[in-house]
């Protein structure tokens, strides 16, 4: 069997794997829910940030003298009145808190003002002066690139470069039957988590606690504590109920809590920071603009034998996340395809505009857009089905990835092909669809990926979590964790791994959101990694409980404590099940006895490797996906609507099948965004539509029936089998779009968006008609 | 201005207020309503939609001038946390929430809806929420849930 490893006794299982219903959703449809802008403190002031209007220039002078004066306004601060240093660690730790010398783009933090209310203080940044000497700006990545570029660092432009080389790619093009090479161009995407950024910070004592709506309280904690001057100790940070994230909430928050937090400390008040919509779209993080010069080399049976890609994406002004989204970039690029041939290059670009950070997919939309309409080619070019192609190259179990890595278990790439191609009838419909004729035409096709979960081999220094357990007195369960939630369904699945452990029914568990107090620090909440992180560091505090529970009923029952299990909130003896006592008892007893029943686990994933050449076991392990897309594009104005979508996904055992199937629709309908609609428009550095008028996103007009499915590869180290879902959904969107279009028209369309508009030009351009 | 409103059948009387206030503070900041959300500040997204006299109207866009004497209704006044009502609990029963942030107003539109017309198809439901922006569920259990509400008020009304 291709997919690896069963995991044994799955038939056995009592909550995981089962449709528990979202442990959160209570809270959130009775409006009990409590996101940071619903939070309020006596004496809170609001906090506001003055902002650069240019993208690139010396700060000659600043006076705020003007803005300390009006009433009401309770501190301005700047560079100079950080009390700790005026840096946001996130990797290269390039980025200051509040811009000192000089602004490199526009809408870069210069001062924070804190004030009674928000008006005030926008009245106050109205009467703060800048002197700016404007300096030479540079707006496009690939001309940052080049030597002459006016240098936006003194480190150069260029903040990370990442590569593979393996084989003889100049060979492989040499014994290539056919070589297809292009350039494909993507652009920003905004996240649009309905809820902006925002964070409240309150000073307590010599400490201070940050609410934040955020996905990584532990960067949090460290920026907050940098800039502060204070031991990461002090910090506390409580996550707030998060109105979405998709990674938009993972280097953000680390500055707006640090701009809360600063004038907190300075005004010794809660201080509620709230970015509207418009300022979260201006200078909030994005997905990166990418450039993907694409270069493959195949047989002609459809193998595919090398290729050499360029891949650059537009950083902006600060490399805040570049690093670590390259490096996935450059380890995604070549597909979830054997390869014995690969050159790759992936660079991180600075400009003049506003940083760009992580997006689900982290990279990788980009490059899948450019390689699955690459395999697409092939197959036209070759006379070969698009599906047979994929299914010819794809990667199985026991083979080589591009980095070198032998997949040793839970490979199900081919499974998802072939459900896809079953559950799409797809031969039928790649067959009627080309014999169309008309102003409108139908279209299907495919997109398969690979997706390494967690932080990969750049990031395995935070490759570790932790989760604390602990059985109150009356049978009740707490179960914290270092990971967070953002609408995903983490809580209800890791409360599902929690009951299924210790053998209690769901109800039992309370599972709050992130209070770093409470856990040690468990890293971001992203990479698709919360649940075999987070899971696992949960089964390992729950086994050390369930251990010490089964002693003691093993005194009560006289049954010795190997023979005891637990279920449904009764300790039994497997061999005689009539042998039993209820759970709570034994915790009433334990207690009694001074027995303990918490404990701390801890989860350190397996080790990830990369050297010099890029080879190595780039991440611990992959999830796999196929989706399939049809449209219908309307030749006469260029429009395309998804009529019909099949997303196959392998992210090893589903632990909830319900929040699963939501994410996976969710993921789908912001890739058709990504796809076909979200179009920022930035001209010299300034975003020119940040509101949701002009930047659209999908409406539920634009979205289709998206149908679910899953293989289940399961991961033997994952709990119970899980591997990552999070960020595949998104991934091969735009891909299977644009081979739909592919195949309902003839034209192939390089570039995202693909709007009406540029399908129309291609279209024309092409001499497609109706 | 005097205002007087009836907020999830209480009433409210002030005194002194400026007529160009916002609906979405007077109920945020001076009520403590908070499933009332705010999302983009210019009427686009929706999650700041409550029910006016039982109409879908957006509080960001809404001077509190408009609403003199009207009922407003939001999800604190639809079912008690105690007790939620119907529809509440099919937008869990159907996971028809994630983030949550969208799901109040996403409710109450289903509320006008289905209280117009209980006989609703699949596709009129989506063409009536679509004003409600969405970016975690892509919008297909959400109309699952509010259909599943307007079958329940059929079977209901036909007993």
Not at chain 2, 129 to 154: N, Q
Request: proline residues 5%.
């Amino acid at each position: 069997m291709s997919i690896g490893i069963q995991m044994e006794k799955t038939e056995m299982l009592t909550i995981v794997g089962k449709p528990v219903k979202r442990i959160d959703a209570y809270e959130k449809v009775t409006g009990l829910a409590r996101y940071v802008r619903d939070l309020r403190f006596q004496n809170m002031l609001y906090g506001f940030v003055f902002r650069s209007t240019e993208p690139h220039a010396k700060i000659k002078k600043l006076d705020v003298k003007e803005a300390k004066k009006v009433p009401g306004v309770y501190a301005v601060v700047t560079a100079d009145d950080i009390p700790g240093e005026n840096i946001v660690p996130i990797i290269l730790n390039d980025r200051p808190l509040l811009a000192k010398d000089k602004v490199r783009y526009i809408g870069e933090a210069i001062a924070l003002i804190a004030a009674e209310t928000k008006e005030i203080a926008k009245i106050a940044a109205s009467k703060i002066k800048v002197e700016y000497e404007p300096l030479p700006a540079i707006f496009d990545a690939l001309e940052a690139m080049k030597e002459d570029a006016p240098k936006i660092h003194d480190s150069g432009n260029i903040f990370t470069h990442y590569k593979i080389r393996k084989g003889d790619v100049e060979k492989a093009f040499k014994e290539a039957d056919l070589i297809i090479e292009n350039v494909y161009q993507t652009n920003y995407q905004e996240h649009v988590y309905i809820e902006p950024q925002g964070a409240l910070a309150v000073p307590e004592g010599d400490g201070i606690t940050v609410y934040s709506s955020t996905q990584c309280p532990y960067y949090v904690q460290k920026a907050v504590a940098n800039v502060l001057g204070l031991p990461r100790s002090k910090v506390r940070i409580i996550v707030t109920t998060v109105g979405g994230g998709f990674g938009g909430k993972e280097d953000v928050p680390s500055w707006v809590s640090a701009e809360a937090a600063v004038l907190a400390w300075v005004t010794k008040r809660p201080v509620l920071l709230e970015y509207d919509r418009e300022e979260d779209m201006e200078t909030s993080s994005k997905r990166h603009p990418g450039y993907v010069k694409y270069k493959s080399a195949f047989k002609k049976d459809g193998t595919l034998i090398g290729i050499k890609v360029e891949y650059v994406i537009d950083a902006g002004a600060y490399s805040t996340l570049s690093p670590p989204v390259i490096f996935r970039g450059t380890i995604h690029a070549p597909g979830p395809y054997k390869i014995p041939n690969v050159w790759v290059d992936g660079y991180a670009v600075a400009t003049n505009k506003v940083p760009t950070g992580a997006f689900r997919g982290f990279g990788s939309p980009q490059v899948i857009f450019a390689y699955e309409q690459q395999i697409d080619e092939a197959a036209y070019k070759l006379g070969l089905d698009p599906a047979e192609i994929r299914l010819k190259n794809a990667l199985d179990l026991g083979d080589e990835t591009a980095t070198g890595q032998i997949l040793r278990y839970s490979v199900g790439v081919k499974e998802t092909i072939r459900k896809a191609i079953e559950v799409s009838d797809w031969y039928r419909k790649r067959k009627e669809y080309s014999l169309m004729e008309g102003t409108k035409r139908r279209g299907i096709g495919m997109s398969t990926i690979i997706y390494g979960v967690g932080l990969g081999a750049a990031g395995k220094i935070l490759e570790r979590s932790g989760a604390t357990v602990q059985i109150t007195t009356d049978g009740s369960v707490i179960v914290l964790v270092g990971t967070s939630e953002m609408g995903q369904g983490m809580r209800t699945v890791l409360a599902q791994i929690a009951a299924e452990a210790l053998g209690v029914t769901i109800d039992k568990i309370y599972l709050p959101e992130v209070d770093t107090l409470a856990v040690p620090d468990s890293g971001p909440t992203v990479a698709s990694r919360a649940t075999v992180m987070s899971g696992n560091a949960i089964i390992d505090a729950a086994e050390k409980i369930k251990e010490n529970l089964l002693k003691v009923a093993s005194e009560e029952l006289n049954v010795p404590p190997e023979r005891l299990d637990i279920k449904d909130n009764v300790i039994f003896d497997t061999d005689n099940p009539n042998v039993k006592v209820e759970f709570d008892k034994i915790v009433e007893i334990a207690y009694a006895k001074g027995v303990k029943l918490a404990a701390v686990g801890w989860y350190h994933a397996p080790d990830t490797t990369f050297n010099e050449q890029g080879l190595g076991d780039a991440y611990y392990v992959y999830s796999y996906a196929t989706h399939v897309a049809e449209v219908e594009v309307d030749l006469e104005t260029g429009k395309v609507n998804v009529i019909d979508y099949y997303a196959v996904h392998d992210s090893g055992k589903i632990i909830n099948p319900v929040t699963a199937e939501g994410q996976v629709q969710g993921g789908v309908a912001q890739g058709i965004g990504y796809a076909l609609l979200e179009d920022l428009v930035v001209e010299n550095g300034k975003i020119m539509n940040p509101n949701l008028t002009d930047y659209l996103i999908p409406s539920i007009k634009d979205v289709p029936n998206i149908k679910v499915y899953f293989v289940e590869a399961e991961y033997p180290e994952g709990p119970f089998g899980a591997k990552g879902l999070g960020e595949p959904c998104l991934m091969p969107v735009a891909a299977a779009i644009a081979n739909a279009i592919r195949h309902a028209t003839g034209v192939r369309i390089k570039k995202l968006p693909m709007t009406a508009e540029k399908v129309f030009f291609a279209l024309k351009e092409h001499g497609v008609r109706g | 201005m005097k205002l007087t409103i009836f907020v999830n059948s209480k009433k409210y009387e002030f005194e002194e207020i400026d007529p160009n206030m916002r609906l979405v503070d007077l109920l945020r900041d001076k009520l403590g309503i908070t499933s009332v959300k705010i999302g983009c500040e210019n009427g686009t997204c929706g999650v700041c939609t409550v029910l006016v006299d039982g109409v879908p109207v957006r509080s960001c866009i809404t001077p509190v001038s408009k609403v003199n004497g009207k009922k407003i209704l939001t999800v604190e006044g639809l079912g008690t946390p105690e007790n939620p009502h119907p529809l509440q609990k099919f937008f869990i029963e159907y996971d028809a929430v994630q983030c949550g942030f969208c799901t109040p107003a996403m409710i109450l539109y289903g509320y006008y809806i289905v209280k117009k017309n209980p006989d609703v198809t699949k596709e009129e439901i989506k063409k009536m929420i679509s004003p409600v922006l969405c970016r975690c569920t892509g919008y297909i259990p959400i109309i699952e849930a509010i259909k599943a509400y307007a079958d329940f008020v059929k079977r209901r009304r036909e007993k």
